[in-house]
C-alpha cells in the first residue's frame, strides 16, 4: 500500500507568515491528492482537492501544488482561524489513505 | 444545506457488534458515494471504508476488511456501518462523509458530526 508522510508534524508561525506543509507519497498518485482542516474541536473540512484545486467557500489564501511523489499545501498569510491540523489524503486508488496531519499553531 | 446525522455509536464490549446510521439529506443521495472515516481520541484521521452511489463498489481499509460491513439505503437516504468482532483500537469517532466520487473516492466534502464508538470491558 502507498503511505503518505506529512511534515512537518507541527509547526509553529506569527500571523502573516507563509506556511508550507509537504505530503509526500510512497509511491506516485498523478494528481490525485486532497487537503483537509480540522480546527480544534471541530469536524474535517475539504480544502483542496486534484492537488491544487479550492474547495468552493475556501479562502484563497490556500493554495495546493505537487504531482506525483510531492505535494504542497501553502498559507500564504497565515490567520488565527487557521490553527487546525491539516491532513492529506490520496484518492487514486484503495486504500484512500490520510497522511498523519500537520498541527499548526501561532507564534 | 447539506446534512448527515450519524447515530449508532455506543460502549460495547472487545468482541462485539454495533451498527452506525448516517442519516443524509440536503443533496440527492444516490447521486454520490459515500465514506466512512474514524479518529481515534487524540489520533489522526483513518479512511475505513466507500461505497459507491449504486452500492455496486466498496472499498475497506485493511484494519476493518472482514469486519465491517458498509450498506447503504438510497430510499431511506441513509448511510450504515455494521461492526463486528470489535476490538479496542476500534475506539473512535465515526464521521460519515459525502463523496462526489460515483464509482470511488474522489473528496470527501461534507462531513457529519460523528459518533463516538467506544470497545471496552
Known amino acids: 500500500d502507498i503511505q503518505m508522510t506529512q511534515s512537518p508534524a507541527s509547526l509553529s508561525a506569527s500571523v502573516g507568515d507563509r506556511v508550507t506543509i509537504t505530503c509526500r507519497a510512497s509511491?506516485?498518485?498523478?494528481?490525485?491528492l486532497a487537503w483537509y482542516q480540522q480546527q480544534p474541536g471541530k469536524v474535517p473540512k475539504l480544502l483542496m482537492y486534484?492537488?491544487?484545486i479550492l474547495q468552493s467557500g475556501v479562502s484563497s489564501r490556500f493554495s495546493g501544488s505537487g504531482s506525483g511523489t510531492d505535494f504542497t499545501l501553502t498559507i500564504s498569510s497565515l490567520q488565527p482561524e487557521d490553527v487546525a491540523t491539516y491532513y492529506c489524503?490520496?484518492?487514486?486508488?484503495?486504500?484512500?489513505?490520510f497522511g498523519g496531519g500537520t498541527k499548526v499553531e501561532i507564534k | 444545506e447539506v446534512q448527515l446525522v450519524e447515530s449508532g455509536g455506543d460502549l460495547v464490549q472487545p468482541g462485539g457488534s454495533l451498527r452506525l446510521s448516517c442519516a443524509a439529506s440536503g443533496f440527492v443521495f444516490d447521486r454520490y458515494g459515500m465514506d466512512w472515516v474514524r479518529q481515534a481520541p487524540g489520533k489522526g484521521l483513518e479512511w475505513i471504508s466507500f461505497?459507491?452511489?449504486?452500492?455496486?463498489?466498496?472499498y475497506y481499509a485493511d484494519s476493518v476488511e472482514g469486519r465491517f460491513i458498509i450498506s447503504r439505503d438510497n430510499a431511506k437516504n441513509s448511510l450504515y456501518l455494521q461492526m463486528n468482532s470489535l476490538r479496542d483500537g476500534d475506539t473512535a469517532v465515526y464521521y460519515c462523509?459525502?463523496?462526489?466520487?460515483?464509482?470511488?473516492?474522489?473528496?470527501?466534502?461534507?462531513w457529519g458530526q460523528g459518533t463516538l464508538v467506544t470497545v471496552s470491558s
Open positions: 461505497i459507491s452511489s449504486n452500492s455496486y463498489t466498496t
Open positions: 486534484a492537488a491544487s
Open positions: 489524503q490520496k484518492y487514486d486508488s484503495s486504500p484512500f489513505t
Open positions: 509511491q506516485g498518485i498523478s494528481g490525485y
Open positions: 462523509a459525502r463523496d462526489p466520487g460515483q464509482i470511488a473516492v474522489a473528496r470527501l466534502d461534507n
